[in-house]
Each structure stands twice: as structure tokens, then as C-alpha cells.
């Protein structure tokens, strides 16, 4: 454990190192959020649509935003190319498990992505105004999903980047994962506004814990025992995808092919 607490601070330390990149996705999720909300103000303004009013719109669009922020200095683009160079051999022969090694990266660049939020969200409360918080036992609950996202959001990159063993190129992985994700989590619109099929596959899915499931919660759309059943999903998927990136992993280096002595 104390190789991945010194990876911890590494990374916590050399986050101000990747921040141009931090705010270029930090930018992107930005636009994404100024747009969203601008488009549902005017949906929403006269009536409510499919359950959701505007106030409820608007503290959803901040809980996607925050859930998108969250794990955007893991750095898969790196791990990406190191795997498609063949580096990654070098990493082989550290006495440390990769896995575990890049999830420590992952959280230790939390730090100033929750800054990043925090400011965020705090300027467009101040622009557009208060949401309600929920109450102690639904908040407990959030905070909860909010926390089995990281390594859920973790693992859902990281087996994609993995993928670059069997792939030559990352970008259409990294588009692919992209349009499932926003599409399937919520992050683009709420699951309620898909068709029911649709909404259904995408409830039961791993992507549903990135965004709907703890904005859900957060707006009180569902009670304590659904809003349980939903993170016990989110758990469920977290020792899924952990276990399966494992199987992913070795299945990968069987095609790693390493010349030279």
C-alpha cells in the first residue's frame, strides 16, 4: 500500500503539471453544460416535461457536470500510447499491480478537479440560483454514489483504453466510449426521455452510475429503497468491471510483443 500512497501524492503533486489539459476537458464539459442549460430554460420554461421542471433540470445538468469532471486527469491517453508503442513492457517490470497503479493516479488528481467543480457550480448557483438539497438520509446516499463513481468512472476508461492491444489507433476508441456514455449515462439527457427499451437497458447498464443514478437521487426522484437498489448497481458494476479489467489485462498482454534484448 505504500507505493500506491506515493503514487497518490505523486500524482496530487503533479496535478498542476497536466492542468492545461485539465481545463481544455474541463472546457468541453463546460460549453456542454452553458448549452444544456440554456436549451432546457427554454424547453422547460412554460411546463414541465416527462417529471422534470426547470429547478430539477438545472440541479441534474449540475450533478452531470460535476460527475463528468470527476477522473479527467487519469490520463488514458497516455496509457494509451504507451500500450501502443509497446512502453508499457517497461512498466511490467515495477513491483507494483498496473491496475491498482492507475486507479492511485486516478485519485490523485481529485483534488483539483473538486476544486474546479466547486467553482463552477458555485458561479452558476450564483447566475441562476439555489437548488434544494435533499435530506440527511437521500444526501447520505448521494454522496455515496458520488463516491462509487470514481472508481466505476475509472474502470470504464481504463478497460477502454485497453482495448488499444487488440486497436492501432485510440481515437475511435475514445469516440465510441464517448457517444455510449453520454448517451447511456444520462449525461446528455435524463434516461426518462429515451424510449422505455432504451431507458431500460441503459437503468441496468454500468454507464446509469456516471450521472443518472446519483442526480436521480439527488432530486429526490426516487425513494430510499430504489435509491439503495441503484447504488447496489453501482457497487455491483464497480467489482465487475474490477475483476473483468483483470481478465482484460492478461488476455492483452498475450498480445504484447517486446523485440530487442
Partial sequence: MR?????????????????FSLLLGL?????????????????LAESAVNGFTWPQMRAYLLVAFAAGTVVSLLGDFRMAFRILDGDVALDLVKPIDYQKARFAEAVGGLWIELILIGVVVGITLAVTGGV??????????????????????????????????????YMGVQWARLAVVNLLSG???????????LASVAQWSPFAGLTSTPALIFLGRVDGRHGLQLVAVQLGWVLVLWFGARLVWRAGLRRLTVNGG
Fill in 3 to 19: 507505493s500506491y500512497r506515493a503514487l497518490i501524492r505523486a500524482t496530487a503533486k503533479a496535478a498542476l503539471a497536466y492542468r
Fill in 27 to 43: 472546457g468541453a464539459v463546460l460549453v456542454q453544460l452553458v448549452a444544456l442549460l440554456a436549451v432546457w430554460r427554454v424547453i
Fill in 132 to 169: 434544494d438539497t435533499p435530506a440527511a438520509p437521500a444526501l447520505a446516499l448521494f454522496v455515496t454514489s458520488m463516491l462509487l463513481l470514481v472508481p466505476l468512472k475509472f474502470l470504464i476508461v481504463y478497460v477502454s483504453t485497453l482495448t488499444c492491444f487488440w486497436t492501432q489507433n
Fill in 187 to 197: 449525461a446528455l439527457i435524463p434516461l426518462a426521455y429515451l424510449p422505455g427499451w
